[in-house]
RNA sequence: UGUGGUGUCGCCAAGCGGUAAGGCAACGGACUCUGACUCCGUCAUUCGAGGGUUCAAAUCCUUCCACCACAACCA
């Protein structure tokens, strides 16, 4: 199929065709203080394939110039996903933005001897106030202009520890008209004592975002710098940094930003606060919940590194603001794994069925197809007894219009063995139907019938004495609405992680590992969790077209 | 009342002056030993709205309108 034009992918191409690039260097940024979701799976994938695609370099930073919000656990984890996502270490290297606070406070001393950084003593109240609103310019600063010496000196002293987190920031000497907010002399620079996670109390200043970022990405040689597009009205003071640190950059050398809109899907929530929320309150079963939207999640699920490809490919990389509908990336992984997947038969609520005509003590053997539409993918032996398992949503002796499967009296196909006819519904003292009792069409087998009768159902059975015992867990979407609004709790699906128990599996499943993904015929796709052995995860279901108005 | 950005089918999204691609969803129908899959068909006289330029406009000009982001010592 086609996929969308990506507007990055136009941008490098005029760049080396321009021949201001040669080499491609781009980057994904993460800042450690969560697990990564598919909203982050596109900045990834956007970054990273416009490196592999131009024969480029991508880097993984981590942007940790935040003591207070980043953890090793989270490091770990997120690298981790990145390269189950891409399939490889990044191959321009992995980078802690951290690592750069040396450099950082060098440019600082810079820009503070060119007069365009200055040490501000004003509280975050006041400076809020000076800063002027939306449609009100601000005001400078009493500190803007300190001393270059003055500057330098207390500077100095910030960094050596003297002063308490907040007493004073460095900042950047733009503009306080300027329209654009991002450039009202921006603080660059914040006191904070907080022990650092790699860096521990060595440093006790820290560079913010607009300041580091463009460092960093200048450092890296990073070419092409795409991020959401949140951070649009940031590019001045990117290119401001950029300008003011380094000496006459050129676009061989200089980093540019780029922004494209970040992924939003209907029954979906994105915000790591919320999605944090979420597991710290045990609303779900960690950050890989299968019905998270993490990209642990996902992949504990059975969601595979291709078909989020294939779905992000599908949206899109435009600017415009949308919702994706998770429709979308549902059909992506139906599409791989209805290709892909081995078929194996499930029966999730067994009713028995007894062949009075069939030998009490015979073992028959068929071979069924692990593919319908894939030879190459084999077959296996199903065991066939006197007694099996269907599905009890199979048979019905109150049929809706339409129903194809077994009812009194008429005929069915059980999947790649005999046609049969339900004869007597035996039900126990409630009613309840416990036990069928059905002749098979022996001569026939598991061939045509020779008298021309058509035989329109096809259920799935398991022989009794022939299958395994387990459980599934069927999962649903984890919000009840499209859009999720602001008070997320309101739209939980209470049902959206069912437990079926008593549910019985064709033997050959005994060995089914991690990783692997199978259809259940007829209900969905399902892989071996990895946390709890012996339960399967259904990945996403099977679409019915069955209607029985 | 500021700056930047975005508005093309229910949802994404191509298109970049030559007369509206594609995908998802939906709906018909065919096929089927999975009511799956596959297949075939239907689904924007119209591109946020109004004006203008042009033989020709979603594409250019213009005036509006709507939505998103920005006033952290977060990223």
């Excluded at 069409?441 to 059975?461: L, S």
Aim: proline share 6%.
């Amino acid at each position: 199929m086609d996929y969308p034009a990506n507007f990055i992918h136009d941008i490098i191409e005029k760049d080396i065709s321009d021949g201001v690039i040669t080499k491609i260097h781009t980057r994904f940024p993460p800042e450690p203080n969560g697990y990564l979701h598919i909203g982050s799976a596109k900045a990834i994938r956007i970054n990273f394939e416009a490196a592999k695609r131009y024969g480029g370099l991508f880097n993984l930073r981590y942007d940790d110039t935040n003591p207070e919000r980043e953890e090793e656990e989270y490091v770990k984890a997120i690298r981790e996903d990145i390269v189950w996502l891409t399939g490889e270490e990044p191959a321009g290297g992995v980078f802690f933005g951290s690592d750069c606070f040396e450099k950082c406070y060098e440019f600082a001393v810079k820009l503070i001897k060119d007069e365009k950084a200055y040490v501000c003593d004003l509280t975050g109240e006041e400076m809020r106030e000076y800063r002027g609103t939306l449609t009100q310019a601000g005001k400078e600063s009493p500190y803007r202009k300190r001393s270059v010496a003055e500057n330098l000196d207390l500077f100095a002293r910030m960094k050596g520890g003297e002063f308490p987190n907040g007493a004073c920031t460095l900042r950047a000497k733009i503009d306080m008209t300027s329209p654009n907010m991002n450039m009202r002399d921006p603080a660059i620079y914040r006191i904070n004592h907080t022990p650092h996670h790699r860096q521990g109390d060595r440093w006790c200043i820290y560079p913010l975002y607009d300041y580091a970022h463009p460092i960093q990405d200048a450092l890296e040689n990073i070419t092409h710098s795409c991020c959401s597009i949140e951070f649009e009205n940031h590019r001045p003071l990117y290119d401001w940094v950029v300008d003011n640190v380094f000496d006459n950059p050129t676009r061989e050398n200089r980093p540019c930003q780029f922004e494209f809109a970040r992924l939003n899907m209907t029954h979906t929530v994105m915000s790591k606060r919320y999605l944090r929320e979420l597991v710290e309150t045990g609303l779900v079963d960690g950050w890989d919940d299968p019905r998270m939207p993490t990209l642990s999640g996902l992949r504990r699920r059975g969601y595979t590194p291709s078909a989020i490809a294939d779905f992000l490919d599908r949206a899109g990389y435009s600017k415009a603001q949308s919702v994706v509908a998770v429709d979308m990336l549902e059909h992506c992984m139906r599409e791989e794994l209805n290709a892909s997947a081995l078929r194996k038969v499930a029966v999730t609520e067994p009713l028995l069925v007894t062949i009075a005509n069939f030998p009490d003590d015979k073992t028959e053997t068929f071979s069924l197809p692990n593919h319908p539409g894939d030879p190459a993918l084999g077959k296996r032996d199903m065991p066939f007894t006197k007694q099996i398992y269907i599905e009890r949503s199979d048979f019905s002796d109150n049929p809706p219009p339409k129903f194809h499967r077994l009812k009194p009296g008429t005929e069915v196909r059980l999947m790649g063995a005999y046609i049969i006819k339900c004869d007597e519904v035996v039900r126990d003292v409630s009613g309840e139907i416990v036990e069928l009792i059905c002749t098979a069409d022996i001569e026939t087998g598991n061939g045509v019938p020779t008298d021309g009768r058509k035989i329109k159902g096809t259920i799935h059975w398991l022989s009794a004495a022939h299958c395994i015992d387990a459980e599934i867990m069927q999962y649903g979407r984890l919000f009840t609405e499209e859009e999720v609004g602001e008070n997320y709790a309101d739209f939980l699906n209470k049902d959206s992680a069912k437990k079926i128990t008593g549910v019985k599996l064709e033997k050959s499943l005994e060995s089914a590992k991690a990783g692997e993904r199978f259809q259940f015929v007829r209900m969905g796709y399902f892989t071996p969790d990895t946390k709890n052995g012996g339960i399967f995860n259904s990945i996403v279901d099977l679409k019915s077209s069955y209607r029985p108005s």
